[in-house]
């Protein structure tokens, strides 16, 4: 399995932008799906957006119209692009591989995750 490297993480003030970068040691181009997901204290893991092969994405509610989640196959790479942050959106951000999805409902098949990057929005 690849191992992933996230970066990017920082502090910003609300309504500021950063993009965080995952870094994959191996190759990203035949996994199902790849994510970002975050974790506040005192909060479950969530799922911030994810992308397919495909180029099919798909959003937390909280972040619909403000984050972008893309993948470069050629680089290894998986960017998530935050706008208009909000202090609601400090959390440890986590890249993940997903292998396929299983179950009924369907849910995701992790493979690996990084270390996660700190993300702190002050109001």
């Known amino acids: 399995q690849v191992q992933l490297q996230e970066s990017g993480g920082g502090l910003v003030q609300a309504g500021g932008s950063l993009r965080l970068v995952c870094a994959a040691t191996g190759s990203i181009s035949s996994i199902h799906a790849m994510g970002w997901y975050r974790q506040a204290p005192g909060h479950q893991r969530e799922l911030v957006a994810l992308?397919?092969?495909?180029?099919?994405?798909n959003y937390g509610d909280s972040v619909k119209g403000r984050f972008t989640i893309s993948r470069d196959n050629a680089k290894n790479t998986v960017n998530l692009l935050m706008n208009d942050l909000k202090p609601e959106d400090t959390a440890v951000y986590y890249c993940s591989s997903i292998l396929h999805w299983s179950g009924a409902p369907a849910v995701p098949v992790f493979g690996s995750w990084g270390q996660g990057t700190q993300v702190t929005v002050s109001s």
């Open positions: 992308i397919t092969l495909r180029g099919v994405t």
